[in-house]
């Protein structure tokens, strides 16, 4: 039981801190990707950036801590004590708010940078790059397949800019 339990508290911790830090990379470099594509400035990237990091990184932590929250109460509620239960809501909504801020920096670092001419390759490559590394982390951490859980973050994360920036080039042209 006790192995079970560890295995469970290992298993939330890494959830959270998974999911954090892939959705400050997606959800970041999405937007910015949109605002690029719309024609958005250094100025504009920024601001858009700055605005989701933030924006972003208290959501994760209060749906965090919501979620793990209403998980402790049923645990509680069915009859297990404090000690039984694993479910820990700060321990979650801290571990996500700064894996989504570790992991929002980087598409943030990537567009703002002084390539301006390649900022979006740049900004490519470096969310590639680290959501390779996280979905190694997970699948690693988790005893599970490499390289499925490197192509699905990958994956998801093109799909994600490349829609982001076509509707940015779409309503940046119509729009402005």
């Not at 024609?39 to 972003?56: E, I, K, T």
């Not at 801290?94 to 570790?102: D, E, H, N, P, Y």
């Amino acid at each position: 039981m006790a192995d079970h339990d560890e295995l469970e508290r290992k298993l939330n911790w890494l959830r959270a801190a998974v999911l954090g830090a892939n959705d400050g990379i997606v959800s970041v470099a999405g937007l910015v990707m949109g605002v690029a594509g719309a024609g958005g400035d250094s100025a504009a990237l920024l601001l858009a950036g700055v605005a989701a990091l933030v924006a972003g990184a208290i959501s994760m932590g209060g749906g965090e801590y919501v979620s793990v929250s209403a998980q402790r109460d049923t645990e509680l509620a069915a009859g297990r004590t404090g000690n039984e239960v694993n479910a820990h809501p700060w321990g979650a909504a801290w571990s996500s708010f700064v894996a989504f801020t570790a992991g929002a920096i980087l598409p943030l670092i990537a567009i703002t940078g002084p390539w301006v001419e390649v900022r979006e390759l740049v900004t490519i490559g470096a969310v590639v790059i680290a959501l390779a590394g996280t979905g190694w982390w997970a699948a690693w951490a988790g005893g599970s397949p490499v390289m499925k859980s490197i192509v699905r973050n990958v994956a998801i994360s093109l799909l994600t800019m490349g829609i982001s920036y076509g509707i940015g080039a779409l309503l940046g042209v119509t729009v402005l």
